[in-house]
C-alpha cells in the first residue's frame, strides 16, 4: 500500500519556540492532507484539511495562526506549531487519500513535548 | 452533527470473542471504519464497510451494519494477547474526505 511517513517522530522544545512537522507522501500525489491531534489516552481530533496550492480549512477551535500549514507540493504538508506551550504538547498524526482507494494513509505520527 | 460514540473499555478472557460497538449520528456516513492502535504507535486500518452493507467479514474479524439504528459492532474471534489495543471506529462521508474518530475502547486481555 501507499506510504505517508512523517518526521520529526519526537521533538522536545523549549516553551515559547517554533516546531515544524512534516508529512509526506512517498509513492503518491496527495492534493489533500489532514492533521489530526491526539492528547494521551484520547482520540484523534481533526485541526485541518490540508489542500495543495490554496489555504488549509481549519476546524472550529483550531486556531490557524498558531498552527500554521503549508502545502506547497503534491508530496508534502507542512505544520508548524508557533510559539508552543506545554498545552500544545501531543501526537500529531497526519493522513491522506490515495486516489481511487478507499483506505487513507496515515502518518506514524510525531509526539512533540514542549517544556 | 457529526459524533462518533463507543465504551471506553473492554476486558475479554483469551480464546473468547470480543465485540465492540458503536454508535454514529451522522446519517450521511457512507465509509465507517475500524483502526487499531497499539501503545505508542500510529493507527492500523483493521477494515472498513460501506453504508449500503450490513456484514463484512475479514478472518477473524466481523463487522455488523446497522444501518437503521447507525449502530456499528466489531467482533475478533478468538481473542489473542496481540489484540490488545485501543480500537477506533470512525466514519466519513466520502472517501478522500476527513475521518471523524469516536473515543477508542481499550480492549484488555484476561489470561
Known amino acids: 500500500g501507499a506510504v505517508v511517513s512523517q518526521h520529526p517522530s519526537r521533538v522536545i522544545c523549549k516553551s515559547g519556540t517554533s516546531v515544524k512537522i512534516e508529512c509526506r507522501s512517498l509513492?503518491?500525489?496527495?492534493?489533500?492532507m489532514f492533521w489530526y491531534r491526539q492528547f494521551p489516552k484520547q482520540s484523534l481530533m481533526l485541526m485541518a484539511t490540508?489542500?495543495?496550492?490554496?489555504?488549509?480549512?481549519?476546524e472550529q477551535g483550531v486556531e490557524k495562526d498558531k498552527f500554521l500549514i503549508n502545502h506547497a507540493s503534491l508530496t508534502l504538508s507542512t505544520l508548524t506549531v508557533t510559539s508552543a506551550h506545554p498545552e500544545d504538547s501531543s501526537f500529531y498524526i497526519c493522513?491522506?487519500?490515495?486516489?481511487?482507494?478507499?483506505?487513507?494513509?496515515f502518518g506514524p505520527g510525531t509526539r512533540l513535548t514542549v517544556t | 452533527g457529526e459524533d462518533v460514540e463507543q465504551s471506553l473499555f473492554l476486558s475479554v478472557r483469551e480464546g473468547d470473542s470480543s465485540v465492540i460497538n458503536c454508535t454514529y449520528t451522522?446519517?450521511?456516513?457512507?465509509?465507517l471504519y475500524w483502526y487499531k492502535q497499539e501503545p505508542g504507535a500510529g493507527l492500523q486500518l483493521l477494515t472498513y464497510?460501506?453504508?449500503?452493507?450490513d456484514m463484512k467479514q475479514d478472518q477473524r474479524l466481523t463487522v455488523l451494519l446497522n444501518k437503521k439504528d447507525k449502530h456499528l459492532s466489531l467482533r475478533i474471534a478468538d481473542t489473542q494477547t496481540g489484540d490488545s489495543a485501543i480500537y477506533f471506529c470512525?466514519?466519513?462521508?466520502?472517501?478522500?474526505?476527513?475521518?471523524?474518530f469516536g473515543k477508542g475502547t481499550r480492549l484488555h486481555i484476561l489470561p
Open positions: 509513492d503518491f500525489q496527495a492534493t489533500t
Open positions: 470512525a466514519e466519513s462521508k466520502r472517501r478522500d474526505d476527513k475521518i471523524i
Open positions: 464497510i460501506f453504508s449500503n452493507m
Open positions: 451522522d446519517s450521511s456516513s457512507t465509509y
Open positions: 493522513s491522506a487519500p490515495v486516489a481511487g482507494e478507499y483506505e487513507q494513509y
Open positions: 490540508s489542500n495543495e496550492g490554496s489555504k488549509a480549512t481549519y
